[in-house]
């Protein structure tokens, strides 16, 4: 079961039960993959993301109801009292008193039978729409990106810490030695000392590395939600599959057509040509069905108790002859829209297919890089070996042994800072090409756990 990472600061006799105490809470379980179903539920840009995504689907069926029939129906009943005089002959009057009431009942249909501009808006809504989907799936593969960098880096600083940990021992190890050498007369108080102020100086370090890591862990919670308290460890014999395609052509191909910014981009022409058909439509004729049926009684003094049941059916025809010039001016701001979404069109194609093909070129000579570093690890840890030897035999001195230790220790963590970034940028690579997130996620998930994977 593990243990929540508490540690305090404190540096004297102790300092190597206080490291080892802080490193036996790091225990390595869990997965990307679950990392990332919480960020789903509790990601607030995701979030709200997804509530924009909601809003902007209405604009179809909110352009669609132009061209269905639109229904009312109307209801009244008026109450009368008053009196009514009547002439008679000789120049007389004769009054009645008037109590009555008015119901009446209608219902009216109105239907588009030729309305091209409603048609065109409900086309332009319907782009607009795939338009909001693709900028959505865009912030969905965003999460997958934030989620990555926040989950490596917490890899990383936890590595980091061990890395450290781990220097520290060394470093104690050598100042414990110079004490030895000195007490036996072998060595001198400067090397006593060179020893207790690198272990000061790497104390210190191991500090920092403390905080950066609670810090990474933080951040990774704060995105998913929860409290992420153990997640997957990195292979130490990490090795990356090759890339599969390995042909820049194809990654950028699969770029155009997936990716969903660009996606998102092409629905916006798709608006704009419509916009423009919308703006034409301003100077054609609408066609509409009109159709009626009403019912009433007592409509009036002259009808008393008298009910009139009607209804009436016809067509309304509505010619734009002058509209002051907005028709024109329209037309000519929805072509410049078409243009203006058209030029972004091709400028977010060329920044995909410029992304694409710098994090092809980085995964390709990732596996060549990593090799270099872990040649760089193993040949200070040889030197490392050498240089005390060396100093046993009073050729090397402590401060060259010093300088090794650290050499090995930064190799390590410079290895490690590769894989990560390897990674990172594999995953970048995928979403880029437009590859589903859940496909990128069980593949990093998986390639995390194992150091081997099948391409997504």
Same mark, same amino acid.
């Given at each position: 079961?593990?243990?929540?990472?508490?540690? +305090?600061?404190?540096?004297?006799? %102790?300092?190597?039960?206080?490291?080892?105490?802080?490193?036996?809470?790091?225990?390595?379980?869990?997965?990307?993959?679950?990392?990332?179903?919480?960020?789903?539920?509790?990601?607030?840009?995701?979030?709200?993301?997804?509530?924009?995504?909601?809003?902007?689907?209405?604009?179809?069926?909110?352009?669609?109801?132009?061209?269905?029939?639109?229904?009312?129906?109307?209801?009244?009943?008026?109450?009368?009292?008053?009196?009514?005089?009547?002439?008679?002959?000789?120049?007389?009057?004769?009054?009645?008193?008037?109590?009555?009431?008015?119901?009446?009942?209608?219902?009216?249909?109105?239907?588009? #039978?030729?309305? #091209?501009?409603?048609?065109?808006?409900?086309?332009?809504?319907?782009?607009?729409?795939?338009?909001?989907?693709?900028?959505?799936?865009?912030?969905?593969?965003?999460?997958?990106?934030?989620?990555?960098?926040a989950y490596l880096q917490r890899m990383l600083a936890e590595d980091a810490f061990l890395s450290i940990h781990a220097q520290v021992h060394a470093v104690v190890e050598q100042r414990n030695l110079m004490r030895r050498r000195f007490e036996q007369g072998e060595g001198t108080k400067t090397e006593v000392a060179e020893a207790r102020a690198n272990l000061s100086l790497v104390l210190s370090q191991w500090a920092d590395s403390r905080d950066q890591m609670n810090n990474a862990r933080n951040a990774l919670n704060s995105l998913t939600g929860q409290l992420q308290e153990v997640i997957a460890r990195l292979p130490s014999g990490f090795s990356p599959p090759p890339l599969v395609p390995n042909a820049l052509q194809t990654w950028q191909d699969m770029a155009l057509n997936n990716n969903p910014d660009v996606a998102a981009r092409k629905f916006a022409v798709e608006a704009a040509v419509a916009g423009v058909s919308r703006s034409n439509a301003g100077h054609m004729p609408r066609l509409d069905l009109v159709a009626s049926a009403s019912s009433s009684r007592n409509e009036s003094v002259s009808s008393l108790n008298q009910s009139v049941n009607q209804g009436s059916v016809g067509v309304q025809l509505n010619i734009p002859i002058y509209s002051g010039g907005a028709v024109k001016a329209a037309v000519t701001q929805a072509?410049?829209?078409?243009?203006?979404?058209?030029?972004?069109?091709?400028?977010?194609?060329?920044?995909?297919?410029?992304?694409?093909?710098?994090?092809?070129?980085?995964?390709?000579?990732?596996?060549?890089?990593?090799?270099?570093?872990?040649?760089?690890?193993?040949?200070?840890?040889?030197?490392?070996?050498?240089?005390?030897?060396?100093?046993?035999?009073? #050729?090397?001195?402590?401060?060259?042994?010093?300088?090794?230790? +650290?050499?090995?220790?930064?190799?390590?963590?410079?290895?490690?800072?590769? +894989?990560?970034?390897?990674?990172?940028?594999?995953?970048?690579?995928?979403?880029?090409? %437009?590859?589903?997130?859940?496909?990128?996620?069980?593949?990093?998930?998986?390639?995390?756990?194992?150091?081997e994977s099948s391409p997504p």
């Open positions: 079961m593990s243990r929540r990472f508490v540690c +305090r600061r404190g540096w004297g006799p %102790g300092v190597l039960a206080l490291v080892g105490a802080c490193s036996q809470g790091l225990v390595w379980a869990g997965d990307f993959e679950r990392a990332y179903l919480a960020a789903l539920q509790n990601d607030a840009r995701y979030q709200a993301a997804k509530y924009a995504l909601t809003s902007a689907q209405q604009a179809s069926p909110l352009a669609l109801s132009a061209l269905l029939p639109n229904v009312s129906a109307s209801l009244s009943e008026t109450a009368v009292q008053g009196t009514r005089n009547t002439d008679v002959a000789g120049g007389g009057t004769v009054s009645s008193n008037l109590d009555y009431r008015a119901p009446s009942q209608s219902i009216n249909l109105r239907t588009p #039978l030729v309305n #091209l501009e409603a048609s065109a808006r409900y086309r332009q809504a319907n782009a607009q729409v795939g338009s909001a989907e693709a900028a959505f799936a865009a912030r969905k593969a965003e999460l997958v990106d934030r989620l990555a960098l072509v410049a829209e078409q243009s203006r979404a058209e030029a972004e069109l091709l400028a977010e194609q060329r920044a995909a297919e410029l992304e694409v093909g710098r994090l092809f070129q980085a995964v390709s000579s990732g596996g060549a890089r990593l090799l270099a570093y872990q040649d760089v690890l193993e040949s200070s840890q040889v030197a490392l070996e050498g240089t005390r030897r060396g100093q046993a035999s009073g #050729l090397r001195t402590n401060a060259d042994v010093l300088e090794a230790v +650290r050499k090995v220790f930064q190799a390590q963590r410079d290895l490690a800072q590769a +894989r990560y970034d390897h990674i990172f940028q594999r995953l970048r690579l995928y979403n880029k090409a %437009g590859i589903a997130p859940e496909a990128v996620v069980s593949y990093i998930d998986e390639l995390l756990g194992s150091g």
